[in-house]
């Protein structure tokens, strides 16, 4: 079992930066990728970032690449994303979450959420 823990959730203003943290614990850290979603009112969940075991490999959904970046600290177990030029459409409650590989967290196969952390960006 893995429990994960988002902070950093706020109110900004357009064009403002913002740093979500999620927090591991339980099991190994290391042995999960890790990964980014959103969730818009009246949308579905869609796919942010993801990062790989080691932190070496990244990938980022079309509408977020160059704005923000993912990271990790395996000594911390935390997964951040930096979030720059923020715009109204970024908006959403975010979630941290855990899966095998990258590609599981790109699929949605996932096997640890977190409970979400609210991101509004005001125009």
């Known amino acids: 079992q893995v429990q994960l823990v988002e902070s950093g959730g706020r109110l900004v203003q357009a064009g403002g930066s913002l740093r979500l943290s999620c927090a591991g614990s339980g099991r190994t850290f290391v042995d999960y990728a890790m990964g980014w979603f959103r969730q818009a009112p009246g949308k579905e969940r869609e796919f942010v970032a993801d990062?790989?075991?080691?932190?070496?490999?990244?990938y980022y959904a079309d509408s977020v690449k160059g704005r923000f970046t993912i990271s990790r600290d395996n000594a911390k177990a935390t997964v951040y994303l930096q979030m720059n030029s923020l715009k109204p459409e970024d908006t959403a409650v975010y979630y941290c979450a855990a899966a095998p590989s990258p590609v599981g967290i790109r699929t949605h196969a996932i096997d640890y959420w977190g409970q979400g952390t609210q991101v509004t960006v005001s125009s």
């Open positions: 990062i790989s075991w080691t932190g070496r490999t990244t």
